[in-house]
């Protein structure tokens, strides 16, 4: 009995300390080393341009955090924020206020961290990863970063391509399936920024064919439109039929004027000519009517759903598995680009995406 009361305070708190591995930084002079930030964070990046004293901090990605020396402002992909205090430079050490330190943590690190500050000091710990790894009877999921190289896409709001964004998003999306579904192979059909024509990614997806019959390709896309002005909202989910549904037809015809390659080859066109498997469409319309029920429940406040549409797109018509296009949001509009840049929108829109592909495969027969 006593043995099994230490065993049992024991577990108690084994688990305590594992769910919780909290670490703490103290303060100095009121600030936040940055070197004691490194140390928790080793992938941040520190970089200074001496003669103006501007700083900038990056973590694994594009954009970063600047700053100048003594200012009471920063700025994060051109937006000028205002700060208490300013950053401050002591024998080659570089001391952080709190507010850039939270920043750190919204904008630049990709894992959850739960932090407050105290008096004293930084109180921190990174969630352990809340991924659960399951097995689903899908062997390859192919997603496909659309555009890319000269071909940009649609351009943003704020300047950025769309090519930018599916490349990016795809990237979440593809660590995020690995996690959940390790026995299920990822790939891209672009890994970079470059141009890949409509018909080498159906075609790269197709040749998984050959290996296994349980392939589902997924296109990445973000919408636009001619009038910014006055842009919609919200992501849309499409699948392939021979027939745009009428309410689409003119906006497929915008669409397409983007996405159809002229150059296609005979054998492609032989495969866009031909029959449209019955069985393929009925999984496709399943698959995309999963991916946008569990889109919807994860991104409840942050996109809306513009529903699930047909559409003849031509980068779905050449590949022969279950395949759906996803419009991620309206880069034409300024809500929906917040959106798509916020890392934890990016990470909802992975787990919408992958719980629909899990409620897809556990129906499809
Ligand atoms: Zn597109």
């Known amino acids: 009995m006593e043995k099994n009361k230490v065993y049992f305070w024991f577990i108690i708190l084994f688990s305590f300390f594992s769910i919780y591995p909290e670490s703490n930084i103290p303060f100095q002079k009121g600030y936040i080393r940055f070197s004691d930030l490194k140390k928790n964070f080793p992938d941040l990046v520190l970089t200074m341009d001496s003669s103006i004293l501007k700083i900038e901090i990056k973590h694994k990605s594009k954009f970063g955090f600047q700053f100048l020396l003594d200012s009471k402002f920063f700025s994060f992909k051109g937006l000028i924020e205002p700060l208490a205090k300013p950053a401050i430079y002591i024998k080659n050490e570089l001391y952080l206020p709190k507010e850039i330190v939270e920043n750190i943590f919204i904008h630049l690190i990709e894992t959850e961290i739960s932090y407050r500050f105290s008096d004293t000091e930084l109180i921190f ?14 062997k390859y999921i192919i997603i496909d970063p659309g555009h890319g190289g000269k071909d940009p896409g649609a351009i943003a709001v704020n300047g950025e391509y769309e090519k930018t964004y599916t490349l990016k998003i795809a990237r979440i999306l593809k660590k995020f399936l690995k996690e959940k579904f390790p026995k299920t192979k990822i790939r891209l059909t672009r890994k970079k920024d470059e141009y890949m024509s409509l018909e080498d990614r159906a075609l790269i997806a197709n040749k998984k064919l050959n290996k296994s019959k349980d392939v589902l390709f997924i296109s990445l896309h973000c919408n636009s439109t001619q009038t910014p002005e006055n842009s919609p909202t919200g992501f849309e989910i499409y699948y392939l039929a021979q027939n745009s549904s009428i309410e689409n037809a003119r906006e497929s015809k915008v669409i397409s ?109």
């Open 125 to 138: 710990h990174k969630e352990e990863n809340k991924i659960s790894a399951e097995t689903i009877p899908v």
């Open 257 to 365: 004027a983007r996405l159809v390659d002229t150059n296609r080859d005979q054998k492609i066109l032989n495969i866009q000519s031909g029959m449209m498997s019955s069985s393929i469409q009925r999984k496709s319309i399943l698959l995309a009517k999963n991916i946008d029920s569990k889109l919807k429940e994860n991104l409840t406040d942050s996109l809306i759903s513009r529903g699930v549409k047909r559409n003849n797109f031509h980068v779905l018509r050449g590949s022969i598995m279950p395949s759906v296009l996803i419009e991620l949001g309206f880069i034409t509009n300024q809500r929906d680009v917040k959106m798509l840049e916020e890392k934890s929108v990016q990470i909802k829109l992975a787990k919408g995406i992958a719980e629909g592909i899990k409620l897809y495969a556990n129906t499809k027969n």
